[in-house]
């Protein structure tokens, strides 16, 4: 980020009525704006593996259409080079991203070829856990009703967030292996939790409730903590005491809490109950592609990883997809939403909103790849959209 480091307790502001790069402190209140060099903001594009290229392409195409103030530069990072030359991230990879850039728009890893998947951790989780990105945010908006799977369901019954931690729990990848292979084997996942970790996501979550409103213009007013404390009574009790005292500071904000479990059957129940949901880092993982599910499946989702005041990351929330990689069938459109969501975070909220709107003309006109009902190509239905928000 530009213009050094910012105080613990500094928090990004909404962006738009503001100048860009300020952020609000407390306590004391002081405002501190950041000149940028360039009045451009720089993005860095790493497509990586499948349809990761496939369906950044389109929302490269996007991007330019808006003409928002953006520059862009690509790396190749992915399968293809770690098989060419051995490197997955070169050297000061995640430096040279923060100093130079103002945002990361990423596709997907992951690669038969690779069956380690060694490049994929080290450049994805490598870049959530050494850039700090701790708070991965998913909306989960349903745009039209013929997307969702349950009956019954309108498109404002399904607008929440989840807000997952990113740099902690089973993923950091602690624990072993003892006598592999033997019939005494033992296997150890660690799942490390911090308050550090825990408080600062929590108040994440509570800090978004209070700044985002809905799409129709309502206010948020709940934030879940779901967890399985009844069972992982170490980290759930963390969890817990972290959430109760951090509600305790946002009164207007009602806390709820739902184990885990009780929340998939809800989440399918009867969705129009979430509004922000906080969890740890894997519960957070399988509870957003169960909520992708909602919104018309993977394709559709976009996600955030973001770290206040830092270069943040964004992404699909689906993965490289290998089966269908290189057919011209992968759906563009949750790679376009998180460009629109990027810019958001930049503070272009005009184009954001207009890549928004022109998205949910798409999916209503059926102008879309076939997983959601069109018979549009990737690329056709990227074009469709770049050709709208273009004007
Ligand atoms: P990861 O573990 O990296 O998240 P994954 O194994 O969970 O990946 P994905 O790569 O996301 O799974 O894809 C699973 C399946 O979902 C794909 O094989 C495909 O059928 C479908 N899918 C995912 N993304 C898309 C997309 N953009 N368009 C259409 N279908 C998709």
Known sequence: ?????????????????????????????????????????????????????????????????????????????????????????????????????????????????????????EILLGMRFRMDLYANVRPVRLLDASLCPLKGVEPRDIDFVVVRENTEGVYVDAGGVFKTGTPDEVAVQED???????????????????????????????????????????????????????????????????YVDALCTQMVRDPRQFDVIVTNNMFGDIITDLAAGLQGGLGMAASGNIHPGKTSMFEPVHGSAPPIAGKNIANPLGAILTSAMMLAHLGLTREAEEIEAVVLEAVRQKKTTQDIGGSLGTREAGEWVAKRVAG
């Open 1 to 121: 980020m530009l213009g050094g480091r910012l105080p613990p307790d500094c928090r990004e502001t909404d962006g738009d009525a503001r100048p860009p790069f300020s952020f609000l402190c407390s306590p004391p209140t002081e405002l501190i704006i950041f000149h940028p060099v360039s009045p451009k903001k720089r993005i860095a594009i790493i497509p990586g593996d499948g349809i990761g290229p496939e369906v950044i392409a389109e929302a490269v195409k996007v991007v330019q259409a808006s003409r928002a103030g953006v520059e862009m530069t690509h790396f190749d990072w992915s399968a293809n080079r770690y098989l060419a030359d051995g490197v997955t991230v070169p050297p000061d990879g995640f430096a040279m991203l923060e100093r130079d850039f103002d945002a990361i728009l990423l596709g997907a890893f992951g690669d038969p070829r690779v069956p380690s998947n060694i490049h994929a951790k």
């Open 192 to 258: 490390i939790n911090t308050r550090k970790g825990v408080e600062r996501v929590v108040r994440y979550a509570f800090e978004y409730c209070e700044r985002h409103k809905k799409h129709d213009g309502a206010p948020r007013q709940r934030v879940l903590m779901c967890d399985k404390s009844n069972a992982m009574t170490y980290a759930g009790g963390l969890w817990q005491r972290v959430f109760k005292e951090v509600g305790r500071e946002y009164p207007q904000i009602t806390s709820q809490h739902m």
